[in-house]
């Protein structure tokens, strides 16, 4: 029997992860973030008055088994000067598959089942969200995508409204033999599933091992200095100490180039491997060459082959 996987996230950092890992003999649960505000996802959302479903696209064509011809097709966004311009077509295909089923989990279940995804995708909610950001200087940033855009330090996230989990979602996290909380936007793609009372409650209940997959660059505003063992006390502050067993990052050898390129464009950093004061904190800490250089785009991507594999073994071993 597999070994049972619970994923959470959100963005191209999950997609990224579930790419590499999805032909490993594992049975994975996508958990994905739905407060996503921007983009054709913002409006669609707003206009049918519904959760985000821009990451949960991205997730179902990743997982898909489907040739690549048609994952374009899910990937294609409307260029034009009518209301479609901007909005990629898998989104409004789910937004369809939504009206008809009348929620999103049989929607994503019917979409999965069309493009072959043999995985399961949950949303972390029904509900219509409001993601909030409290800066260190007390302000109240309201929105996902302004939370982004403000280029602030955040001492807390939280909903407008407490979110209604799905109860698959928390049975998933129950079940699982390994829990990994995905690399991606710390503050709109990770903690927009681990600000929730009933995602601590399981996380801390679960007999699950909890991995985290540490981002490898940092964030302009957000995550400025953050070295890894600041992305996990980011995570302690909602889950509590000890709830995190092992951490993935990465000490692969990036180019004076490239990484100017990245300071000057984006204002971005490698993040720093802090062994030892990881290890103070009591998590298991696997660094390896797990970072690429598209050459085309010029981006450092994590080598999501290379990472899964580094999940299976760890897996394997426990």
Known sequence: MNKKIAVIGGGTGLSALLNGFKNFPVDITAIITVSDDGSSTGKLRNEFN??????????ISNLSEINDEIKELIEYRFKTSSDLDGHALGNLILVAMLNITGNLKDSIAALAKLFDVRHTVLPLSEDYLTLMGETLD???????????????????????DEPHVLP??????MDADLVI?????LYTSLLPNIVCKEIQQAVNDTDAKIMYVCNAMTQPGE????????????????????????VVASNSDIDKETIEKYRRKEEKDPVVVDKEEVEKMGVEL???DILMLEQEQGSIRHNSLKLGSIIFSYLMRN
């Open 50 to 59: 519904i959760p985000a479903v821009g990451d949960i696209r991205k997730v």
């Open 138 to 160: 007390g302000d109240i940033i309201v929105g996902e995508e302004n939370i982004t855009r403000a280029n602030q330090k955040y001492k807390r996230i939280f909903y407008k």
């Open 168 to 173: 698959e979602v928390i049975q998933s996290i």
């Open 181 to 185: 909380m995905s690399m991606g936007s």
């Open 223 to 246: 995550t400025d200095d953050f070295t890894v063992s600041d992305h996990l006390k980011v995570l302690t502050q909602y889950l509590g100490d000890n709830s995190v067993d092992v």
């Open 286 to 288: 696997i660094v390896d």
